[in-house]
């Protein structure tokens, strides 16, 4: 499962509103929507990879043409917040009213009700899955307790993803206000993401690759993405799908599924 987290200006309006005023920073969280996402899009036709997009709806909203891109080409538009809010520091009113406006902004863009759902930063509140499956959502994608997909007790199915195999702990980096570290170089990258997908393929794992267009739509990370996916390819026994995919196939397939049941050993 290939995942862009199209954060874009909410990278920073989400952390100080006031940053609007920094041209730079901000000039750098624009980079994703308007060249990051085209030039990711031209690589996904190129390999015929369909991919899932996690947009904030602030986004949506101030980046139709972008909308309008990623939709006609198939691929996939999931929630997350309006303007990557953090859950944890949300009461659970809050986070209701932040998820109805965010999926009837996504709705009225794209003409679709997004089933798929990826908490900002990968933080959900204990009643974060119960609010999902009562708005109608078929998966989450914001948990890390397995490497393969499960459900929760009220038959939301959920798609774990890993620190591991995301570019903002490799990539990202702002002077002030201070994000990341110094960028790795492509090759280390390349060779500890491969090494997770090799070990992945062997042990029957869902590998879910989160990537941010600002810091993925680079020109060398591109050229890494398109090594990657090239390589798996070739690797063989290995399903390119959307989250809405992956789960539409654990919920008709009760055998691929892992009951979240901490009662059995």
């Known amino acids: 499962m290939l995942c862009f987290d199209v954060d874009g200006e909410t990278t920073a309006l989400s952390e100080d509103p006031a ?38 709806s602030y986004i949506a909203e101030h980046h139709p ?8 080409r198939g691929h996939e538009i999931g ?13 659970p009113d809050e986070e209701r009213a932040i998820l109805e406006k965010s999926v009837g902004i996504l709705e009225r863009i794209t003409g679709k009700r997004p089933i798929g759902y990826r908490a900002p930063w990968f933080e959900i ?17 914001s948990m890390m307790a397995d490497d393969v997909p499960f459900t929760h007790p009220n ?32 090759s280390k990258v390349f060779d500890l993401w491969w090494r997770e997908f ?14 941010h267009p600002w810091l993925s739509g680079r020109p060398s990370r591109v050229r890494l993405l398109e090594e990657l996916l090239v390589k798996a390819h070739e690797r063989g026994h290995v399903w390119f799908a959307r989250g809405n995919e992956i789960a539409a196939y654990v919920r008709d397939h009760p055998e691929a599924r892992r009951e979240l049941n901490f009662d059995t050993p």
């Open 198 to 211: 090799e070990a992945m393929h062997d042990f029957g794992c869902c590998f879910v690759l989160t990537l």
């Open 125 to 141: 509140n204990p009643g974060t899955p119960d609010l999902l499956h009562e708005f109608g959502f078929l998966y989450n994608a």
């Open 19 to 56: 940053l609007v005023s920094r041209v730079t920073t901000m000039s750098q969280c624009e980079y994703g929507p308007n060249i990051g996402v085209p030039r990711l899009l031209g690589l996904l036709d190129h390999l015929q990879v369909p991919a899932t997009f996690f947009v904030p």
């Open 65 to 72: 043409r972008m909308m309008e891109a990623i939709c006609t």
């Open 155 to 186: 038959g939301l199915i959920e798609i774990p993803g890993q620190w591991l195999l995301e570019d903002w702990e490799q990539f990202a980096f702002n002077a002030e206000p201070a994000w990341g570290f110094i960028p790795e170089n492509c």
């Open 79 to 91: 929630a997350h917040g309006h303007l990557h809010e953090k859950l944890a520091h949300v009461s």
